[in-house]
């Protein structure tokens, strides 16, 4: 009885072990991919640029989502000032990896539509210090993830650090769509909600640093109602900007109309 004791106790210990033994950092970064965004969503934002003298630029922005199993659509109408107005811009993110995503920016002042190429996608969207790649993501088996901290707290709440560094076979293709070699991502344990990054750019010596905060859930959804980010130089901050959802509704829009080149050129 006593062996058969002890060969229980053991088999337990080993099973715990196993039971909450800590993710790998690519099991996490699957969470945050994967993780409910809705079904569609719709708000309002704003979007407020900040040079290194503090001098601040305001947008107002319309925005509207679709996500199904096989393309993500989303759609963004800058509504002032007057220098954007009408400005749009149209993103489709496939779940198939082969497949490039595409991405269009419509100028109202040229009245045509531009397909941003693989090669822009690193550039500023709209003279923000978000590229297009931050707004329409990246492929997450292009990366290499390393665990760097199982435990640090963000704004009092436990995460992950994570570093992210591109695969050799990728590096030429990350490089170009996102301008980035390496990455330290914190992401929230409860949620796996991204709050923290901070990012090397491969030209200019500059870092980036970004931030999520106000995260509440939303229809269900955990969504954070303050976006934020610094890039800096050499050390000193160079320009920033700041993202805050005004109102924002997730699963009450149908329908693909919105997402079209065609609806996009036509506007609001």
């Known amino acids: 009885m006593k062996l058969l004791n002890t060969a229980l106790i053991a088999t337990t210990l080993v099973l715990s072990s196993f039971s909450f033994s800590e993710p790998s950092a690519r099991e996490i970064m699957v969470q945050v991919d994967t993780r409910d965004t809705g079904d569609s969503s719709q708000g309002l934002s704003t979007m407020t640029l900040i040079n290194k003298k503090g001098r601040e630029r305001i947008r107002q922005i ?14 963004s109408y800058f509504l002032s000032p007057a220098d954007v107005k009408g400005t749009g811009y149209l993103s489709y993110d496939y779940t ?17 539509v531009k397909r941003i190429a693989a090669g822009d996608k690193s550039g500023s969207f709209m003279g923000s210090d978000f590229s297009y790649s931050d707004l329409n993501g990246v492929n997450i088996d292009w990366y290499n993830y390393e665990i760097l ?4 707290t963000v704004d009092g709440v436990d995460t992950w650090k994570i570093e992210s560094t591109a695969k050799p076979e990728f590096s030429t293709q990350v490089e170009e769509e996102t301008g ?5 991502l914190w992401i929230r344990k409860d949620n796996f909600v991204q709050v923290q990054a901070q990012i090397w750019v491969t030209k200019g010596k500059r870092v980036k640093y970004f931030s999520a905060k106000d995260i509440e859930q939303i ?11 610094i890039t800096t130089r050499n050390g000193k901050r160079e320009h920033s900007t700041v993202l805050e959802i005004n109102s924002i509704q997730y699963n009450q829009l149908e329908g693909e109309e ?3 080149t065609s609806a996009l050129q036509r506007g609001l």
Not at 62 to 75: A, G, L, M
Not at 149 to 152: D, K, P
Request: aromatic share 12%.
């Open 258 to 260: 919105l997402f079209t």
């Open 180 to 184: 980035y070699s390496e990455s330290h």
């Open 219 to 229: 229809d269900g959804i955990w969504t954070p109602n303050k976006l934020q980010m």
């Open 62 to 75: 319309e925005s509207y989502t679709i996500n199904q199993p096989e393309v993500d659509r989303s759609v």
């Open 96 to 112: 198939d990896d082969t497949q490039e995503d595409d991405s269009w920016l419509y100028l109202p002042a040229l009245k045509k």
């Open 149 to 152: 901290s199982v435990s640090e």
